[in-house]
């Protein structure tokens, strides 16, 4: 498809490369580095150089600054890679479906929910749940009062904590996590 897109001199979208990206990953068995390498490939063919003296860019070396593509195509955007995360998923690959998720710099709930997907199909519970927690974010307890000086210490802790971009679970997240949950229980049983 994406030949024939060439031939006609028609230049692919953000959408149209998730969808290859994840038809790539449903192959039998998924061609993840295929998928990759398509979207590098796509990236840097349509890279914009711009030069220092048009528009003041410049590298601190004279040289040309080179962007990022044009129509957003990256392993950084959102849609191409949640279709990365679930193709590695699909490959009970979840070292590269984390680190496809740790390059998108603003991750949506969808992107969150494949990669607890891509956890669960390569067996790694645990793992889900603690991204779960990391991301989603169990409220502090409140059951310290207002003049306890363990309550004011828990109190300047969380204002002084690192910012961790939230995430809002919605029903598929939960489902997810109640997943793991229950599989977990179904071994500790065991």
Known sequence: VLREMQEFNIRPNVVTVALVVDGLGRCNPPRC?????????????????????????????????????????????????????????????VKSATEAFDRIPDPDVVAFNALLDACCRCDELKLALELFRWRVGVAPPSSAAEGDDAGK??????????????????????????????????????
Not at 48 to 75: F, P, Q, Y
Not at 172 to 187: A, C, G, P
Request: charged share 25%.
């Open 33 to 93: 580095r295929e998928a990759r390498e398509l979207v590098q490939h796509l990236q840097s063919q349509s890279k914009i150089k711009r030069s220092d003296a048009t528009n003041g860019n410049h590298n601190g070396r004279g040289g040309v600054i080179e962007d990022t593509d044009a129509r957003g195509i990256s392993l950084s955007n959102n849609k191409i890679a949640t279709a990365l995360i679930a193709s590695y998923g699909r490959a009970n690959d």
């Open 153 to 190: 210490e828990n109190a300047t802790r969380r204002r002084t904590a690192p910012v961790i971009t939230s995430i809002e679970p919605d029903v598929v997240t939960y489902t997810s996590l109640i997943s793991v949950l229950l599989q977990l229980d179904r071994r500790a049983a065991t």
